[in-house]
């Protein structure tokens, strides 16, 4: 069983920074890769970013790339997605989520544990 708990979400204006964590725990969770999506109102859950807490390798969504960055304290068994510049349409609730195995990184449909979710609102 793994367990997620996402923090740091927040209001704020545009081009300002937010760092959200997730804190993990479970028996297993250095060998699961680790995602970011959100979910804007209105619209469908996004994949955000991916890290593989084996060897640090990380993938972003092109709408995120360049400003967002997805990192793992192995220590604190947490992961943190490090946002900048950050944008109106950024707003959405950010989800933590933990990925055993499967054929897309992107595919929220493949990650086995969610944590429950953290808000974003970037005001204009």
């Known amino acids: 069983q793994v367990h997620l708990l996402e923090s740091g979400g927040g209001l704020v204006q545009a081009g300002d920074s937010l760092r959200l964590s997730c804190a993990a725990s479970?028996?297993?969770?250095?060998?699961?890769?680790m995602g970011w999506f959100r979910r804007a109102p209105g619209k469908e859950r996004e994949f955000v970013a991916v890290?593989?807490?084996?060897?640090?390798?990380?993938y972003y969504d092109d709408s995120v790339k360049g400003r967002f960055t997805i990192s793992i304290d192995n220590a604190k068994n947490t992961v943190y997605l490090q946002m900048n510049r950050l944008k109106p349409e950024d707003t959405a609730v950010y989800y933590c989520?933990?990925?055993?195995?499967?054929?897309?990184?992107?595919?929220?449909?493949?990650?086995?544990?969610w944590g429950q979710g953290t808000q974003v609102t970037v005001s204009s």
């Open positions: 989520a933990a990925r055993s195995g499967g054929s897309s990184y992107q595919k929220w449909g493949e990650y086995d544990y």
């Open positions: 479970g028996r297993t969770i250095t060998s699961y890769t």
């Open positions: 890290i593989t807490w084996s060897n640090g390798r990380t």
